[in-house]
């Protein structure tokens, strides 16, 4: 009897049953505890750290500020040229929430992270031992900034460490060399992982996948901590956060997962909320939300644990914390806090707080974090105001001498750009591969005894018979098997990879390429995921950065717009940004469709080379795609591999020995010369191959013999071949699936020209699909370029005395006449 | 007497493999009941009995591949 894969029957008659959706009060404001519960809790010693680390915060801040707003800060000219959005008024936020974390818990800001980056550092280094503080600085860029810190700023009134980590901030910010990220980064993104703090991101809502993805790698890996997403209540308008949240609350993980991960990740969203999303106004304006921990009660049926929080109260955030990092340990995740807190200063500097009145400005000054601290702290006799000036005063001289050194450029200089002007390149790619253990392990079952397996070890590894007669897909080896073999291969032999995306087990795949995986990959690391294309990659992010390795699916390529900012702005920059630091081994899969039209049949291959820092390969033939997965599944960058849902079924008809059983690997950059020819040089990009190869036959017939090159690899892109090629031919034409305009093709054409001109005898040419949307199953052939068509214009562009009075249907297309209209 | 034959699944799909036989020969079976399990390139698919009766005939074994309206089985 066919194995059912779960069992989570969905019964008529309950869901029938007549019943109340019942939900629970979640708390607002309830804190309670009084200064003499926390005194006996944390100590007076802490206490006081709390007031020092929001003074640090402050000043910080205020010391940004006065740059932007006069070009001085004490006596220290400068001008600061990048942005600064501040959080001026949420130290409590910052510092609370820092104070009750530990080292080893991972934190994800926003825009406006400074504070939050600066507390969680401070807070790791008063709580981790010196020893692990000196190799962690030691270790750092080679120990620069450390060297930095004892030579520069080496007064013995100040902490070295905490030297080392506000330099380090201020650097990046400042966007110098010696910054966390060597100024790659600047303000939106300053982190610095050994003290747990990580990508901070300048888009809204950026880190709510990318938190969740590390906190996924945290359970899978069993470690005992956190991760959290520091992310403003405007964010709570941002499709990916709600994706982020139900991803982390999924069903699955108790329902199915198995011991011991049958638990949730352990996540903290934190909604730093200020009520203002820039200039809009979440409460009462741009949200539907009356208290925004509402939206938790949307979520699952435990409402996320959900709790609104006085942000101004740095006690009342650090006693949340503590309270709801017990739960998430316990694996009772996602937690929402809606921490609500105020900023006084503008979202930017350029802020004429248009949109909010003074009076209200005022009224919140009274709830100023430091004032009230302050007060409680004099209250109850834990400090008194001359240790207070004292503690202000020394943060003051802190933050100057500090500024005072970074800010000079001789001491603390940018990465020398005029000395090696493509140095900001050297950052985009690591091309570090990994090499994979012969030992499978974490399997449910020995691969022999895999169903799937063995089917593929009975399959012909050629696609033809002893007779030369083509095999079927059933019978010999397909692209869709190759992938599987070297997909299976590597799962079964690296426990750090996962492999998710839409109805990726039991289904395996919308186009069945993992189909039979679940019998040996067990679920925790191939699971379906939601219908969140955002998540997906998002989440891929956060777990390849915290160590781990992720092959996700998005089924449809056309599907890359629902990712656009987590693909665009997230997988493809996180490696430069963080100036190496920060690692994606990621493959992402889209499938280039077929049959379905508009929405689901576009080769968008052109879009993500447009992007820099994706490695991308789009191979033809199943030698290639295994060959090429493997490469992807060993790359330590992030690639993203396209796959042509016409080519699923082809089986190997290039390579003589067939697809080889054994592992192996087909280089990125490298094209391919399927046909050798002396007249004219075709370049194919993907399922284009087949098409040209067809034309290639009947251009013998016309005494044209033409060279074809499978491209394979779009970034990086083999230029030796093809301009090798054109060296003898002469003659370009290049063959896509991508509509015309501002396709990849024309990009190779351009250089082609620039590099080989003195070799052509014709402007190099382009076909592509039409500047129009791909149409239905029936009248695809009419859209996507067919052998016809590349005969028409092989004639037409390049050997028009041999013009032949027939062929497909751009034969007589007035393709300038079209451009001028926008076609 | 009802064949069942394994029907058509697109342009591009000529042949399938049987996967598993539900029913032997001999067996009662109801209408809607699955009796074999198919694979083909794309996809799995459940075979049911078009009208109810007993299995007189299986022509193929778990494995074998079949062509696209072939007979592998006969209700009585």
């Known amino acids: 009897m066919k194995t059912m894969p779960k069992n989570i029957d969905i019964d008529p008659n309950k869901i029938f049953a007549k019943d109340f959706l019942k939900s629970t009060e979640l708390p607002i404001h309830q804190y309670q505890k009084s200064i003499d519960d926390e005194l006996k809790i944390h100590g007076k010693e802490n206490l006081k750290e709390v007031l020092r680390h929001m003074y640090i915060v402050r000043e910080f801040e205020n010391m940004l500020n006065s740059f932007k707003t006069t070009g001085s800060y004490k006596n220290i000219d400068y001008t600061y040229n990048g942005p600064a959005h501040l959080s001026i008024g949420q130290e409590a936020a910052a510092v609370g929430a820092a104070f009750a974390l530990k080292p080893e818990d991972k934190i994800f800001g926003s825009h406006r992270s400074h504070g939050e980056m600066i507390a969680k550092g401070l807070s790791a280094i008063k709580n981790l031992s010196r020893d692990k503080i000196k190799s962690i600085m030691q270790d750092y860029n080679g120990g620069k900034l450390i060297s930095y810190v004892h030579k520069n700023l080496n007064d013995k009134e100040f902490n070295d460490a905490e030297m080392f980590l506000l330099s380090g901030v201020l650097a990046e910010i400042f966007m110098r060399e010696l910054g966390f990220n060597k100024g790659m980064g600047g303000s939106m993104h300053a982190f610095f992982t050994p003290f747990g703090t990580f990508p901070n991101n300048a888009i809204v809502g950026g880190s709510s996948g990318i938190a969740v993805g590390a906190a996924l790698h945290a359970h899978l890996n069993q470690e005992e901590s956190i991760c959290v997403a520091n992310l403003g209540d405007g964010s709570t308008g941002c499709g990916l956060v709600w994706e982020s949240m139900n991803f982390s609350s999924m069903g699955q993980y108790k329902n199915l997962w198995p011991e011991p991960y049958n638990k949730n990740p352990p996540m903290l969203f934190c909604f730093m909320n200020n009520f203002y999303a820039m200039g809009g106004q979440t409460l009462g304006e741009t949200m539907s939300w009356d208290r925004l921990s509402r939206i938790a009660t949307g979520v699952n049926s435990e409402q996320m644990h959900a709790e609104t929080i006085n942000g101004s109260d740095p006690l009342s955030v650090a006693d949340a914390i503590i309270r709801k990092r017990k739960l998430l340990i316990e694996g009772n995740g996602p937690i929402l806090l809606d921490i609500e807190c105020y900023r006084y200063s503008g979202h930017s500097t350029t802020d004429t707080n248009a949109y909010r009145s003074r009076d209200e400005i005022k009224h919140w000054k009274f709830f100023d974090p430091i004032q009230q601290y302050s007060e409680k702290m004099i209250e109850a006799g834990i400090i008194n105001k001359n240790d207070l000036n004292n503690m202000s005063e020394k943060v003051q001289n802190q933050i100057e001498y500090l500024t005072s050194k970074v800010v000079d450029r001789e001491l603390t200089p940018s990465i020398d750009i005029e000395k090696n002007p493509t140095i900001i390149g050297d950052f985009t790619f690591n091309k570090k591969v990994i090499s994979v253990s012969k030992i499978t392990s974490d399997l449910l079952k020995n691969e022999g005894e895999v169903n799937k397996i063995k089917s593929l070890q009975k399959k012909s590894r050629f696609g033809k018979s002893e007779e030369g007669s083509l095999l079927s897909g059933m019978r010999a080896i397909t692209l869709r098997d190759s992938l599987a073999e070297a997909i299976i291969y590597h799962l079964s032999r690296d426990k750090s990879l996962i492999a998710y995306g839409e109805e990726c087990r039991d289904w395996g795949g919308a186009f069945g390429v993992y189909r039979g995986f679940s019998d040996i990959i067990p679920i925790n690391r191939l699971f379906n995921s939601p219908i969140s294309e955002a998540a997906i990659v998002s989440t891929a992010i956060g777990y390849a950065i915290s160590g781990g390795r992720a092959i996700i699916e998005l089924m449809y390529s056309d599907f890359i717009g629902r990712a656009g900012d987590e693909i665009f702005n997230q997988l493809a920059k996180w490696q430069a940004m963080s100036a190496g630091e920060l690692n994606l081994p990621i493959v992402l899969r889209a499938s280039i469709g077929s049959k379905y039209g508009a929405q689901h049949s576009q080769d968008w291959t052109s879009l993500l080379t447009h992007i820099p820092g994706l490695s991308i390969v789009y191979p033809a033939t199943p030698y290639d795609a295994k060959g090429l997965m493997a490469s992807s599944l060993c790359s330590n960058d992030p690639t993203v591999f396209f796959e042509s849902q016409r080519l699923y079924d082809k089986v190997e008809i290039f390579t003589e020995n067939g697809v080889p059983k054994n592992y192996y690997k087909v280089p990125f950059g490298k094209a391919v010369k399927r046909r050798s020819g002396k007249d004219i040089t075709i370049l194919t990009i993907g399922a284009s191959l087949y098409a040209a190869l067809d034309a290639s036959m009947e251009l013998i017939n016309h005494n044209i013999d033409a060279e074809i090159i499978d491209a394979r690899s779009l970034v990086p892109f083999d230029y030796e071949m093809l301009l090798n090629s054109v060296k003898l031919t002469g003659r370009l034409l290049i063959v896509s699936e991508a509509v015309e305009r501002g396709s990849f093709a024309n990009t190779i054409a351009t250089n082609v020209s620039k590099f080989a001109f003195k070799n052509l005898r014709a402007s190099p040419m382009i076909i592509g699909s039409p500047n129009w949307i791909a149409p239905g199953a029936d009248m695809e052939k009419t859209y996507s370029p067919q052998s016809e068509d590349v005969l028409d214009l092989v004639f037409r562009d390049f050997f028009p005395e041999k013009r032949i009075n027939k062929r497909g249907l751009r034969k007589d297309w007035d393709f300038l006449d079209l451009a001028k209209k926008g076609l | ?76």
Not at chain 2, 14 to 36: H, R, Y
Not at chain 2, 56 to 67: A, K, R
């Open chain 2, 1 to 76: 007497m009802t064949d069942i034959i394994i029907p058509n699944l697109g342009n591009e799909i000529s042949e399938a493999e049987i996967t598993e036989w539900l029913v032997e020969t001999g067996d009662d079976v109801e209408q809607g009941d699955v009796v074999l399990l198919i694979s083909t390139t794309k996809t799995s698919l459940e075979i049911e009995a078009p009208t109810s009766g007993k299995i007189s005939q299986i022509n193929s074994n778990e494995g074998d591949l079949v062509q696209v309206g072939e007979v592998v089985c006969t209700i009585e």
